[in-house]
């Protein structure tokens, strides 16, 4: 009988906090939960309250070794720290541990490298990770040769990961090449989905929140949808036709973690900014997550970097079955806010009737006296427009409605 477990990477988690001992504990969990996406194992814990990460060492060479026994007495394969340290921490650290060290954003890009499926995520994960190894190749030949395999080196090849300034910067140029044209190809499908007058409803949320299980339930979609961080990471469109007739175009997007990876956004801007050219944004919060106000304030801060601003807000807290009914929840920044569930579907109703109305509120009021040798255009009135009333009469169709402005005229 042969054993087909792959044995998973144990890993003791580090942090450098100055605030609360409580957000420092939120963002260890958070921290074990990525660990958990990327198939290893969280076997400890060490924290370190100082004003700010020593610069050479990250967390000074007392605390290190107190480390280096902790990982010794759990026979950890290495650590994992909270934040990303400079190529001298890199280097320093792994020399004082005389083990394997990853920073989160080396461990949120191996998990994009593992969740991306198509060829522009790919290319963008790669173009991530090239820049971030590039930026840390000096000086660091030990610590990164510590890393052998497994989290924190999937994703590039070995040819396209040389030590070599050089070779990273013409494969660098190469992907912005061919990612520059995904972009051109992506913003036609917008311009033709804006030159279509269809609604576009953005779901934005920090990881894990039910965006994809939302995004299911609304349009009857079959998108993979998973109790993980970041189980989905490629956008998905797909359309809903509401109960006045008319139809939207929902777009799924990479869900937002606190300390995004500064190359992630880079690299994943065009995708990200699918809410910039949206009508609507639904911003989908975990209720039952005890960090509720953070990952609030997160989604917030990126679209804020994104330069996305001036669009309807409507904020659902999601998993609202975990909950007892008595907490208070409120988002001050959103135009509208309700409890729902994507699971059961509780309350979702009251989202598409939302997304109706602050749609209904931004058309023109219209009267048209259609020939019927013109009764193509009713079409059109059905498709991007609320027929409020239909008639046919001897000289035409009569219809009253709300339509886009660019329809109207």
């Known amino acids: 009988m042969f054993e087909n477990d792959i044995r998973k990477e144990k890993y003791i988690l580090l942090i450098v906090y100055s605030g609360s001992e409580e957000e420092a504990d939120a963002s260890l969990d958070e921290l074990a939960e990525l660990l958990e996406t990327a198939d290893g194992i969280a076997v400890g814990r060490m924290k370190q309250k100082m004003s700010k990460p020593d610069p050479v060492s990250y967390i000074g060479s007392g605390k290190a070794a107190e480390l280096k026994m902790s990982i010794m007495a759990r026979e950890a394969d290495g650590i994992i720290c909270d934040d990303e340290l400079s190529p001298a921490q890199m280097r320093n650290l792994s020399e004082l541990l005389d083990t394997k060290v990853i920073d989160r954003t080396m461990l949120i890009l191996d998990i994009f490298a593992a ?23 000096v000086g660091a030949g030990k610590a990164m040769s510590r890393l052998g395999g497994g ?15 050089r070779v990273i910067g013409k494969r660098i140029a190469r992907l912005s090449s061919e990612i520059r044209e995904m972009q051109r190809m992506r913003m036609t499908t917008r311009k033709k989905r804006m030159g279509n007058m269809t609604p576009v409803v953005a779901i934005v949320g920090y990881t894990n929140a039910g ?49 995004l990876p500064h190359q992630l956004i880079d690299a994943f801007r065009s995708t990200l900014e699918e809410a910039k050219y949206a009508d609507i944004i639904l911003h989908v919060a975990d209720a039952s997550d005890p960090a509720l106000d953070m990952h ?26 975990l909950l007892d009914g008595t907490e208070w929840l409120k988002d001050t920044k959103a135009d509208a806010c309700a409890r729902i569930s994507a699971k059961t579907g509780y309350n979702t109703e009251w989202v598409l009737a939302t997304i109706e109305d602050i749609l209904q509120k931004s058309r023109k009021y219209v009267e048209y006296l259609i020939p019927y040798d013109k009764a193509g255009t009713l079409d059109k009135l059905h498709r991007y427009g609320s027929i409020l009333e239909e008639e046919y009469l001897e000289e035409g169709i009569s219809i009253k409605a709300y339509v886009p402005a660019g329809v109207a005229e």
Not at 116 to 134: D, N
Not at 151 to 165: A, F, Q, V, Y
Not at 296 to 321: E, H
């Open 115 to 137: 969740h991306a499926h198509t060829s522009e995520g790919k290319l963008q994960v790669e173009m991530a990770q090239l820049k971030y190894r590039s930026s840390h190749l």
């Open 151 to 165: 989290i924190g080196t999937r994703g590039p090849g070995e040819s396209k990961l040389e030590s070599d300034r």
């Open 296 to 321: 609030l304030q997160v989604v917030y801060d990126t679209l804020r970097d994104l330069d996305i601003k001036g669009k309807p807000v409507i904020t659902v807290f999601n998993k609202a079955d």
């Open 211 to 259: 965006k994809s299980t939302l995004l299911n339930l609304l349009t009857d979609a079959s998108v993979l949808s998973e109790d993980k961080l970041f189980a989905t990471l490629d956008p998905t469109t797909r359309s809903c036709v509401l109960k006045g007739g008319q139809e939207v175009l929902f777009t799924d997007t990479v869900g937002f973690i606190n300390k």
